[in-house]
């Protein structure tokens, strides 16, 4: 099937002609023309296959033949958790609205805010914003969304998982009459939150899943390497630095801290690297996510700030020097490589205090997980069992085996391991209470 069949204006086909993509993929073929009835969507498809332009092209599909509920409101909104993801989205929207008269802005954090009134001023049809920002100039009268035909949530579960519940609420409503379309996607949406904060902004959606998460990623090569200490991780981490053909290479620490020190600790062995986390000034944000794109670095070391949605073709390595603490970040993280059908590596460090995380993401990839071991680096931690699982393998023993005469040395010290303090992150999640942005200097007023 190609993109004509799609019955798109002739604009937009011309737009992807020029992108260079000859026929839509999975989620494309089944959320555009789902999209384009005006019914709610609600989608997920793995990482890297094109979800963007499955709801810019219905979008922009819309607002090319609707005439606008209103001459000043915008006419769509895209939110998106993080300043990086939303800029990308609109350099998409960008190219696929060459050839047409709209106007698009960014409303983001950390940028300044009378810049911002002056854009919405000129009454945008298009706006991508991060929810903070946009809720504040909607808060202050700046702008209203009373004629929002589209509000489209890419990666609608992170900006749950962040803490913005109200702010998307509060934009809901809005923008709440019976001509308003939603649609919500992203890799990771079979959480109970999601779910329930769909009732609340889609009416009667269009349920499209492609594939699942737990249908393994085949263009991502996925090992797990057992590790004892940080030291240890160190070293394996400069090991497969040394022998791993590398383009490109995203790794990922818990906390800023951890990304600031690795950066500088690669820095001491001669290793050039970039570190981003959200406490940087957003203009040093944007130099070190433009270098990095442009391929003038090879290794960025940074949080889950970077886990979501960013499009870098030629990141081939990733690397979980720490577990992320919510197994579905693991999902999105790896999908920063083996996009759009090339190949990828992710190789994930668990050390003791990753365990926990390991155990989750276990559990949720339902894959048997083989550990790969490098010569002369085999570490000698082996697990951690947990309680439960301990007195189950009690009875299951005969038949898988379980090695009873050597305890892994780390049960012994247990009681010392306190999850709950590493892997906190760069965004620590709260799934419970999403009531607050839990990493403000992310998100937080800087201007
Ligand atoms: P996702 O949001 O699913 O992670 P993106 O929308 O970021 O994926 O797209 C991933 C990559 O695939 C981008 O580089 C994009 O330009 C490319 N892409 C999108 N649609 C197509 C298509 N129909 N054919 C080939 N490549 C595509
Ligand atoms: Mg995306």
Redesign the pocket.
Known sequence: MAFTQFNLDSRLVRAIEH?G?????D??HQAIPAAMTGQDVIAS?????????AFLLPAMQRLIKNRALSKKDPRVLILTPTRELAK?VLA?LKAISAGTQFKCTLILGGENFNDQVKALDKNPEFIVATPGRLADHLSKGLFYLNGLELLILDEADRMLDLGFAPQLKQINEAADHRKRQTLM?S?TLDHGQVEEFAKDLLKKPKRIAIGSITSEHVDIKQRFVLCDHLDHKQQLLEHFLQTETIQQIIIFTATRADTERLASELSAKGITSVALSGELKQSERNRIMESFAKGQQKILVTTDLASR?L?L?NVSHVINFDLPKHAEEYIHRI?RTG??GTKGDAISFIGPKDWASYLNIKALLQQEIEFSQVDGMVAKFSGVKPKKAAKANVADNKTKQVQKKKKPAAVKTKKKIIFSDINTGDMPVMRKKPVKVIDESDFKEQD
């Open positions: 992108m993509f000859e026929k839509p993929t989620i494309q498809s793995k990482t890297g296959s094109g979800k963007t332009l990308q998409h996607f890799a949605g499009d073709i999908g996009r759009a």
